[in-house]
């Protein structure tokens, strides 16, 4: 007769402890910093001031007027954009401004004699190193906002009168939070291009993290969690004209200054290099 107790399940016959990873990511942690600040050197390889190198192409959406894939290494963003069109709301004159999409649009400036520019940005679930919810979160709206700012004032909107541009931004993989704003910027530069969009320059964007008193252009994810501050510049080369700057973290004013020429000085050879990318799509076509 079997007297054992159904209900109850049985142990493995030997328990091992779980792996603890904690302490070696520390360790990790620490040497990436140590090897920064006491070396230059960094667990990529790249020199300091030194970008991840880009791929740009256009025209992947063939329903959209314009399209982009942009590139670095780890990072990959789309973005696709639509318009001018005419604006959905009914009434004359309709919504007129600049709009940034969210859960709801909030309008920067409004006037009958310029378009409504829209900007949609999304991480895909699967983008990050957690998965993100398919529901937009508070951390995209604040990411739509800062690209949208960033992109109006080099886009024509006067030209476009009663009519709407709609911009859409997917993060397919990240690695940095800064550093996939600013391949956005990049990404979403370059499709308002594709798309035939009048601008007065084209916007760059490049990201840098403070590690004690040395800037490092381009941070991945590993190197943004141990930078003591962070600052996103975009601005239009041939105009010298800065069009968004965030910054976290606390820094002197002359770092800050510091920051700045070294952004401006790698964003000018990204605008290159961009530049290259659309002048062989347009000998393609």
């Known amino acids: 007769m079997n007297t054992g107790d159904r209900r109850r399940v ?3 016959e030997r328990s091992v402890a779980p792996i603890s990873v904690g302490q ?12 920064i600040v006491n ?7 790249r020199n300091l001031n030194q970008p991840r190198p880009l791929y740009l192409k256009t025209g992947l959406v063939s329903e959209a ?24 709301k009914s009434g004359a004159g309709g919504s007129a401004g600049t709009n940034i999409s969210g859960a709801t649009s909030t309008s920067i ?27 937009k979160d508070s951390d995209e709206k604040e990411i739509a ?20 541009i709609d911009m859409f931004i997917t993060v397919i993989e990240s690695d940095g939070r800064n550093s996939t704003i600013a391949a956005a910027i990049n990404c979403a530069s370059a499709a308002l291009a594709n798309a035939g969009i009048e601008m007065y ?44 700057l965030i910054q976290q973290g606390k ?18 050879k990204l605008y290159a290099a961009a530049n290259q990318f659309l002048s062989n799509s347009l000998n393609k076509n």
Request: aromatic content about 8%.
């Open 109 to 135: 400036a409004e006037s009958t004699h310029r378009a409504v520019f829209t900007c949609d940005f999304k991480y895909s679930a699967f983008s990050c190193s957690w998965r993100k919810s398919h529901m």
């Open 251 to 268: 820094t002197q004013v002359d770092q800050v200054q510091e920051a700045i020429e070294l952004c401006t000085a790698v964003g000018i």
């Open 145 to 164: 906002m800062a690209i949208s700012q960033a992109l109006c004032p080099s886009i024509r909107l006067e030209l476009y009168p009663k009519s709407s």
């Open 201 to 244: 320059d084209m916007v760059i964007s490049t990201s840098i993290g403070l590690f004690d008193s040395k800037w490092v252009i381009d941070c991945p994810q590993v190197e943004e969690d141990q930078s003591d501050s962070s600052i996103l510049i975009a601005l239009m080369p041939s105009a010298n004209e800065i069009t968004q």
């Open 24 to 35: 070696e990511n520390e360790d990790l942690a620490k040497k990436i910093k140590q090897d």
């Open 65 to 88: 007027n314009g399209s982009a894939y942009y590139e670095q290494d780890k990072i990959r963003v789309a973005c696709a954009v639509y318009g001018p069109r005419p604006i959905k």
């Open 39 to 45: 070396d230059n050197k960094r667990q990529c390889g």
């Open 10 to 12: 049985n142990g493995p």
